[in-house]
Each structure stands twice: as C-alpha cells, then as structure tokens.
C-alpha cells in the first residue's frame, strides 16, 4: 500500500531511493511505476543487530505482525528485538525522521495495567509494544531524530470482528453490545 502510494505522486515529490528491508523473502516485483527511483530490496533477520551499509534521511518502521500467533511469547520477544536493533541503528545514522508504525491492538475497551481479564498473551504483546516504542523514543531523543508513534488500526476487510487481535473488533463489539464505543 506504501509503495503504491508513493508511486502516485508526482515524479517531482518522489524519492531518489528506497531501501526496502524486510525478514521474509522478498516479493519479486517489477518497479516500473517509480521511473527513475532506485529501489534495493534487501532481506535480513531483523532480530539480529542491524548492519545495513546505507544512511537515509527518513524511516519508517512498519512493524505489524497480525498473525494469529501475534499474542504469543515468541511473537512478542521478536517484536522486542526488532524494536532495540531499530533503536541502535538509528542513533548509528541519525536519520532527520522516524516513523514507527505501532499496534493500535495495545489499546482496546480494557485497562492494561492490573486487570485480571486482560490474558497473559495479549499483556506481553501490549509490554512488547509499549517496550519497542520506549526504545525507539529514547534512541531519537539522544540523537536529535524526529520521532513518530504512529497507532495503525486495522478496518477492512470480511472477517474483521472474528479477528480478536484487533483493537478495533473490540471497538466495533463493544458498540454493539453496549450502544457504546470505549477507546
């Protein structure tokens, strides 16, 4: 969706490069829409300590994981760990901006801290989260970077209010139970 964004633009407003980093395999696909951007796809295991031999003057971290086991202890370390490489890179490159697009899912229509009927699974996802943007925070604020906490909501799509890893299904319940939107 990011991509396709971009190549809307104007050629004028465009990037001159894009570093496109990613831990699964990468898509095999065709660029033509950017015309004279460079793009480089590169893939890494994020949860090892960044070493990317670029620096670029912006970044944004897409960092979503909404997989059915994105409540689970793995899941949540991992995130952690992408979260700390992210911050150290950063302070190494001192890009103008950040922009980490965080879970929207750590908030929803119960109170985090104390509640006996928040699971242990969604607690670590929400401490993991918490957790990576304190971080990424922090590693701005001693490099003079520009930081952005972006919270990403999840709307579309058929099976939405059957996906319980979404705050917004939580939302949407909610108001229907309740005649109420709690957020």
């Not at 990011?2 to 407003?13: A, G, R």
């Not at 997989?67 to 992210?86: C, Q, V, W």
């Not at 001693?142 to 709307?155: K, N, P």
């Amino acid at each position: 969706s990011f991509l396709d964004y971009l190549s809307s633009l104007p050629v004028q407003n465009r990037p001159k490069e894009l570093y496109l980093a990613n831990r699964r395999p990468l898509v095999d696909r065709k660029f033509n829409q950017f015309g004279d951007t460079k793009i480089h796809q590169i893939q890494a295991d994020l949860e090892l300590p960044w070493n990317f031999d670029f620096r670029v003057s912006h970044v944004l971290n897409l960092a979503a994981d909404g997989s059915s086991t994105s409540y689970s202890i793995e899941s949540a370390r991992s995130f952690t760990n992408i979260g700390k490489n992210l911050a150290q890179w950063v302070k190494q490159i001192s890009p103008n901006v950040l922009v980490h697009a965080s879970s929207g899912a750590c908030f929803g229509i119960k109170p985090i801290a104390g509640n006996s009927n928040v699971s242990q699974d969604k607690s670590k996802f929400i401490s993991s989260r918490l957790q990576s943007e304190e971080f990424i925070t922090n590693s701005c604020k001693e490099g003079d970077v520009r930081s952005v906490i972006a919270r990403l909501f999840t709307f579309i799509g058929p099976q939405l209010l059957s996906k319980k890893q979404y705050a917004v299904s939580s939302f949407i319940n909610d108001a229907v139970s309740n005649g109420v939107i709690n957020v």
